[in-house]
Nanobody, 119 residues
Framework: QVQLVESGGALVQAGGSLRLSCAGS????????MSWYRQAPGQQRDVVAT???????NYADSVKGRFTISRDVAPNTVYLQMDNLKPEDTAVYYC?????????????WGQGTQVTVSS
């Protein structure tokens, strides 16, 4: 059974830093990309950062220069270093693994971790 478990969410003052972690376990194969999404109350879930199997990264414009995504290949773990946090970063953060092998394609999601940034 595949599980993705996030950790590191907290309440922090604006300008502070947090490091989120997401550890995958179970039978996880052929990961194409790992991502972090976030969702504020009443808002849609938006992608924040992605790291591909080749190591390339992409960031939402709102977090460029402040957030850094990284990964460990084995065990499958993805991190999000968040610096210079702003109140608008407040959201539940979810990790996501996109996997696929041939015709097989699947997505795994973590349970979410709350990040609250006070002004």
């Amino acid at each position: 059974q595949v599980q993705l478990v996030e950790s590191g969410g907290a309440l922090v003052q604006a300008g502070g830093s947090l490091r989120l972690s997401c550890a995958g376990s179970g039978n996880i194969f052929s990961i194409h990309a790992m991502s972090w999404y976030r969702q504020a109350p009443g808002q849609q879930r938006d992608v924040v950062a992605t790291i591909t199997s080749g190591g390339g990264t992409n960031y939402a414009d709102s977090v460029k220069g402040r957030f850094t995504i990284s990964r460990d290949v084995a065990p499958n773990t993805v991190y999000l270093q968040m610096d210079n946090l702003k109140p608008e970063d407040t959201a539940v953060y979810y990790c996501h693994f996109r996997v696929g092998l041939g015709a097989y394609e699947d997505d795994y999601w973590g349970q979410g971790t709350q990040v609250t940034v006070s002004s």
